[in-house]
DNA sequence: CGCTCGTTTGAGGATGGTCAAGGCTGGTGG
DNA sequence: CCACCAGCCTTGACCATCCTCAAACGAGCG
């Protein structure tokens, strides 16, 4: 549901076949886009609220997470907001085909960036098969994850939304005890719900031993099934 | 809002710039991609309501509209369905990164596709970087599309909603007069509503004097202001 | 310690869903 | 050519979910 990119974990391999053996616990192997980032990244602080880029501004940066959390969102005119993903240690992002930002991005807590130069990787790119195709998959990926949030806004209701929302953190972080980096509000701006409807569901799933919540900031999935059923 | 993918107006031509005079009236040149696509596609027909590909399937065709009109959708277990979008004569679609579809695609009315094998186009891709970045431009612009519909979906009113909707159909027809090939449950399914709740708003809407309605599939629009008031 | 921001809880209301029935229309066959 | 039928669309009445408005609570930080 939430918008991974982590390219480590990505299955997609377009354009070659993975040969040899797998090895899917040892992620040491980035894809060639996050090795370049890795190597050429300048890291950049950014506090919390800050914003990394705005929407239709000029997209002149990819960006790597390597802590804290980030979201991206788009506002309407009334000041309504929909966040369409939050990105998390590993993931990349800022990539677009356009040369403008289709979206604002800021971060939900103090966060540190690796920081490339869009030219520079589009000069790889041209270079280097692999990256091309990083960037395509990594674009494609995103929008397998947008299509799934699109039948949980769509479709789910308020109960399944959270349930889909917390298993997907639980499976990012490989934990059933998450540490959510976002507000109530920002669950809700991602869910198409209200803060208040949020903090109800969390109640109402604690109730059911769902979850436990020891502080509103932790989640502990304590049945998982019963989330699962939600989600549907 | 919908996922139009007309390669020939895409704005988007990553790696490289747009030289030379722009002639965004005519239309002929197409992406090359959709070049190839016309040159070496065979046209198949599919009866309406007729499966193109299923969610799960391996990916082995890209297909692209001649006529007709193509859904592309998702069910959930228990029959929900949420569309993703529609595609038009001229739209290009199947384009997947990994190598089984995330999604359905069923035609909607009676319709014509050229199909070409993906393996082809992917061999095309490897030696014609312009293929390759037609690919990438291609699901990027989809991302863009769902985006926008996740706006719709996560964050607004049935009226708004269904003004988005015959906003976008009206700009892509280019065209106020709107033939529309899909039912209403095809666009309650579309934007997260029920079909009771898209006929009352179409009635609204001609009550409004903002739409007229010779017939249900025909569509007139008449107060485009008010709409895209409603599209926030 | 107190303030502020975030979260929770409550009461009431509106939007859209559900269930049900009637009407229109286009296609088919007599 | 007309009549009937089936599927689609519309409308109505009622109801559930979620939103709105309001207030109190709690936790982190200066």
Redesign the interface.
Known sequence: MLTQIETGTF??R??KSIVGRNTPSAEKKQSNLGEAIALMGAAVDYDRNNEIYGDGEPSEYIYKVVSGAIRIY?I???G???I?GFYLPGDILGI????NH??SAEAVVKSQLLVVKRSTI?AL??RQ?EI??D???L??????H??N???T???KSAHERVAAFLLEMAKRSRNLTIELPMSRQDIA?Y??LTVETVSRTFTQLENERAIELPVSRRVVVRNKNLLSQLD?
Not at 96 to 99: C, N
Not at 139 to 144: K, N
């Open positions: 299955p997609a377009p354009l788009k309407l005119d009334d309504r907001r929909q369409n677009e085909a356009t040369d289709h979206f589009f790119a041209a098969h091309a195709s960037l395509w998959s674009t494609a990926r995103e929008l397998g947008v299509q949030l699109m039948i806004l769509g479709r701006d869910l198409g549907a």
